[in-house]
């Protein structure tokens, strides 16, 4: 990794004032816990993330996104952070954090941590003095309020994971608020003394030499309880320009923040030149467009390529003058996307290919989950005792109560729970799928057998060489980087295209999303001759006006004009 900027080469890119080194970089997702299990107590840890990282290197990443590994009771696996200067015994030491950081700097890979300071765990020492006497200074670094006349909380707001949003404390007789578990008390950002405590410990960790931070649902710090406004309340970007000034401001690193509401209306608040807030977000809209608006996600709807594509276009445009953006189908909270997207069965490769290509050409900066890169699939449990999520646990007591046969909640929790991407990565087709010699903490997928790391790397074809080849197109040309995003064939409900520009070169992008193969005719000033950039289906370098593509194919044709 250069950390050093430098001015952009191609004469189109110059609206883009300088060149991050995270706009050519690639960002790879680790879930800990799944990722690899050094001393056989069946959860991944961080000296196993630091025996694999030749894996990273291979693959060509340039940064890691690394969900929580701070001390926590693990009530959300981490997203509930009891000390955020400790690192959880099951995951190692801080002297295995620092080693993880400088190993993978010797190999060009940055350490992005997870930041997750819309609240903390209830065991945090600030929540254990906030809940014991209204007049600890802490009490004021959490959200309370009296209860209502009738001696219920303030309102009925729900929690993220089911049931009130607010639990009652007797020591002090007043509620608190938590957006997500009560285990996940929010921290109140409207004090000034919890703000500078959180930028002191930002600053911490980056002076041990991180890359950066994933700022977990960053887009609620700014709510107003009162008013119930949660996302994007009025305070929002003033924190986010203070934290910016107060942190971040000068250091070479890159800051990505998740919402799961922000439109591209408002997306450039966040992330547009001279607002000083943000480089990029992690952005939903295309995702929750494949639930259901009323039943949520345990009752997906049917995948609609055509408003998939309209949502995805719409960032791009954004990016078209200004800001930044992220690329991604899955993570740690989302199904496995050959298994929603593609075809996690006859046609696994070739639809794993094609989804890949489609996203890793967009103007953005990509991110890869982990087995990802390998075509990992759903988990098909068929026993809800095989879940460990809370969030799939919480909504199955709520769901089977109110009625839902309990067929019907599995086969959506098998499409959709956060559990279909949090089993073990798969490296071999040995036991365990060489994750843990132990017991493993939620069981592995028995197609370890035949979709492993092992095997791929044995491949010339392999889903891996077709990642590790987008990851380094993106590395090696501008146009992939900075090119602009023109929409093709948007009415389509079978394929995805666009083509890219920078200068006089183009590069067309075509992904069939379909098992059948599928004729298309291509608009005025598409078709030609040029170098095949992936070959999914042998490659091709010329496009003819009228085209058929075989079931799944992707194909990228760079042409200059
Ligand atoms: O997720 C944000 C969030 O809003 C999720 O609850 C999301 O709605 C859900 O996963 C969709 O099924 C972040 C983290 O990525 C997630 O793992 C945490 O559980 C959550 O914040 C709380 O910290
Ligand atoms: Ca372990």
Redesign the pocket.
Known sequence: MTLLDRPIAAPHAARERTERWWHRATGYQIYPRSFADSNGDGVGDIPGITSRLGHLADLGVGFVWLSPVYASPMV??G??ISDYRAIAPEFGTMEDMDRLIAEARERGIGIVMDL?V??SSSLHHWFRAARAARDAPEHDFYVWRDPAPDGGPPDDQQA??GGPAWSWVEEVGQYYFHY?SPA?PDLNWQNPALRAAIYDMMRWWLDRGIAGFRM??ISLIGKDVDARIYEEGPTLHDHLQEMHREVLSGRDIVTIG?S?SVPPATGLLYCGRDRNELDMMFEFSHIRDGWDPERG?FAPKPFDLVSFKRELFAWQDLTRQDGWTSLFLT????PRQVSFYGDDGPNRQQSAKMLATVLHLLKGTPFIYQGEEIGMTNAAFERIDQYRDL?TLNHFEAQIASGVPLEAFIAGANRNS?DNSRTPMQWTSGANAGFTSGTPWIEVNPNAASINVEQDMQDPGSIFAHYRRLVRLRRELDIVSFGKTEPLLEGSPSVMAYQRQLGDERLVVLGNFTAQAQDVALPDGVPGMGRALVASHGGRARLDRDLRLEPFESVAVLMAA
């Open positions: 959300d696996n997203y509930d997750v819309n609240h993220a994971f997500f996940q977990d649902v998740e799961w996600k993570n740690h909270d989302l969030e956060r």
